[in-house]
């Protein structure tokens, strides 16, 4: 049996002295996707030589674009003919394939383009399916477009965007006129993704690329909606019919599978960019760089670290096994203690010892856009969900201030609650006063499992945290042992400020090599007489308790 779907065809156009010039130019133009210029050319050959082939075409896109033609022509009263003819070599190859000839044809708006890619089929013999992901999932997106439809394009162009604040669509792109999208340099964005290179993002493009016989386009744009986080548009446009559907439905499960491939920002330290304005509109993912910090680099009570281990590390190694004996998989924890003493070091050590965890820190004020960071969670699970200073939006709702506040709490309390046993995501909680929550939250398992407090340091810890911080000082052990016994009910962050000053201190009396008892003492003067209560409490110490030695 003859295989017919490699045949090609051309498609001529007959002289007849009667139908008007500016039909004809515009019927090459818009039916066989020549751009102007080729079309007056093509249009004086078929006056001046008494017919002209205006391309050559794979036999069903001829046929297609001839029966489109003869509307048009039937439809305005001319009397102009077009037939076919046996394919030659001037726009494809008898596999169907495109010629250096039409990959090289230039256009200047992108309906021409599109006129040309579709053989001239007429707007509603085209359908348009659009997909929409998250501004946050823009990398991941790109990445799958340039492995499905950027290894070998028929054509690809940029696109200008007249219009920044509307989504450009297919249906924008066929637009002719004072309204045509002009065909424009490609415009990438450079998208940091926490590696050493970033990801070059394109901004707007259109691809034509053909399915064996069936060509189809994709459009990639931002989409924007007011008071909404900008997202990212994929478009296939394809011709009418069962295997034009098919077609779409192929490509997007693809394409999502790319993307759920891609995960640019997996196993890393993330939290969303908001806008300087008071709408809590998202606006990109920024990657955090946090140095590694060991197990020998929290310097927390045994006890302390315990609890951490069992909880947090222990719990996240048994998952599978939990998950087997359908046991919940998820766990919230609320870190509690003064300020000052550790809680966010702690977060970092976990987030360095949870392999493969992406962690989103999310602060009080980003509270509004929770559910976005939720859904970054569900899509990068295993996650860790990091919320700190919640008793800003979780206070016990006697003493909320207002309804606002309220809703936060709802919306907290919602996104807990809303996920799956199965789900991979621990929710980590910081908080300096825990006795201020309010009881929704910390009464009731599967929203905090367990709480671990962050102590202020013991003389075992002080000792740990002033050799830390110490640096290159020299410290004897007299003067380690003076530090541990004047700084009694201080904080970790009170200990690296007064190690700080001592080396100043050091520094202004001598070298800064070696540190006296009197470097010590005139620090911890500064710190907590001379500066009064308020420097005390600013500083991270604790009033009562503290000597002067």
């Known amino acids: 049996m003859r295989d017919t779907s490699a045949e090609t065809l051309q498609l001529v156009v007959h002289n007849d002295d009667q139908t008007p010039w500016p039909f004809v130019v515009n019927l090459i133009r818009s039916v066989f996707g020549r751009s102007e210029t080729e079309a007056e050319t093509l249009t004086a050959t078929v006056s001046q030589q008494g017919k002209a082939v205006c391309g050559n075409y794979p036999s069903a896109v001829a046929k297609a674009m001839l029966d489109t033609a003869k509307q ?4 305005a009263g001319h009397p102009l003919r077009i037939t076919t003819a046996p394919g030659g070599t001037e726009d494809a190859t008898a596999s169907g394939h495109p010629t250096r000839a039409s990959r090289d044809r230039k256009f200047k708006y992108a309906h021409e383009a599109i006129a040309w890619h579709f053989g001239g089929l007429a707007h509603d013999e085209i359908i348009a399916t659009s997909r929409q992901f998250p501004g946050h999932m ?35 792109l066929t637009k002719d006129g004072q309204y045509a999208v002009t065909i424009s340099a490609a415009q990438y964005q450079d998208v940091d993704i926490g590696e050493s290179e970033p990801i070059k993002c394109l901004n707007n493009g259109l691809w034509l690329n053909r399915d064996g016989d069936l060509p189809y386009a994709v459009v990639l744009s931002f989409h924007r909606e007011y008071g909404r986080e900008a997202g990212t548009c994929v478009e296939i446009a394809v011709p009418a019919g069962e295997a034009g559907v098919a077609l779409v439905n192929r490509c997007f499960l693809e394409l999502e599978a790319a993307i759920h491939d891609a ?25 955090h760089r946090l140095p590694q910090v060991s197990r020998e680099a929290i310097i927390l009570p045994e006890r302390t670290l315990k609890l951490l281990d069992r909880n947090v590390i222990r719990f996240v190694e048994t998952r599978d096994a939990l998950r087997r004996l359908g046991q919940s998989t998820r766990k919230g924890i609320l870190l509690y203690g003064p300020p000052g003493t550790g ?37 990068l699970q295993p996650a860790t969900v990091v919320i700190e200073d919640v008793d800003l939006i979780a206070r016990d709702r006697e003493n909320m201030g207002g309804p606002c506040e309220e809703s936060l709490l709802n919306t907290l309390l919602n996104e807990m609650d809303g996920l799956k046993d199965n789900a991979d995501i621990l929710f980590v909680l910081t908080t300096n006063r825990p006795e201020q929550l309010e009881g929704a939250l910390t009464g009731r398992p599967g929203r905090i499992d367990q709480a671990i407090e962050v102590p202020l340091p013991d003389d075992h810890c002080r000792e740990k945290l002033v050799r830390l911080y110490g640096g290159g000082l020299k410290l004897s052990d007299k003067i380690v042992a003076e530090a541990v016994t004047r700084t009694k009910g201080v904080s970790a962050a009170f200990i690296k400020e007064l190690m700080r000053r001592t080396a100043q201190t050091s520094i202004m009396r001598g070298d800064g090599k070696v540190v006296t008892s009197k470097d010590l003492a005139e620090a911890v003067d500064d710190m907590l007489f001379t500066g009064g209560r308020l420097n005390i409490k600013l500083l991270g110490g604790a009033i009562d308790g503290l000597s002067n030695g």
């Open 263 to 287: 995960r640019s920002y997996r196993g890393k330290v993330l939290s969303l960019e908001t806008e300087d304005d008071y709408q809590g509109r998202a606006k990109g993912v920024m990657v």
């Open 138 to 172: 823009r990398a991941d997106v790109q990445v799958a477009l340039d492995k499905l439809f950027s290894a070998s394009p028929l054509r690809f162009f940029g696109l200008y965007e007249q219009h920044r604040y509307e989504t450009l669509t297919y249906a924008a």
């Open 72 to 75: 048009r022509i039937k439809a």
């Open 343 to 379: 809680k966010t070091h702690t977060i970092r050590y976990l987030a360095a010892n949870l392999p493969g965890h992406t962690t989103l820190i999310i602060t009080a004020g980003q509270m509004g856009i929770l559910s976005q960071y939720m859904t970054l969670a569900r899509l």
